[in-house]
């Protein structure tokens, strides 16, 4: 098993496990391997330090830049991950199903979908309240 430090575009720093290193090629080349915070494909590979089995206790060291950025990214999956489990996808139906929920039509619910910018643009005009959130792929379902 290959575990690899990677890296998006966006500067969001994760693990990969990869059965092989010509695993992690094939799927890279194949743009499977995605950003878990944005499900950007565009994936550099970081230097990785070789993994130690040590026993024993270490001490606790004060977090670094790094350390803060990998809890923020996890607190952010945890977020998007709840807001997935606790709403309803509408899919590409949500200008329409949020104007329902917003004129009392049907019961007032979490929905989550797709609207072009010019869709949520119009709901906002109206006094909706929407927010743009880019979901990654493995938070919409099973990876495996």
Request: proline content about 6%; hydrophobic content about 35%; some cysteine.
């Amino acid at each position: 098993m290959k575990v690899l430090n990677l890296r998006c575009a966006n500067e969001h720093r994760f693990e990969g496990w990869f059965a092989s290193e010509a695993d992690f090629k094939s799927q890279e080349s194949r743009e499977l391997v995605q950003c878990p915070a944005c499900g950007d494909s565009r994936i550099v590979r970081l230097p990785t330090a070789p993994r130690l089995n040590v026993s024993g206790s270490r001490e606790a060291t004060p977090a670094g830049a790094q350390d803060r950025q990998l809890m923020m990214q996890s607190q952010w999956l945890r977020a998007l991950r709840h807001m997935v489990e606790n709403t309803e996808d509408v899919g590409e139906r949500f200008p329409d199903e949020a104007r329902r929920i917003h004129y009392g039509e049907v019961e007032e619910r979490g929905i989550r979908g797709q609207a072009s910018r010019e869709e949520a643009d119009a709901l906002r005009e109206e006094g909706i309240e929407v927010m743009s959130l880019p979901v990654p792929a493995a938070l919409k379902g099973p990876v495996q």
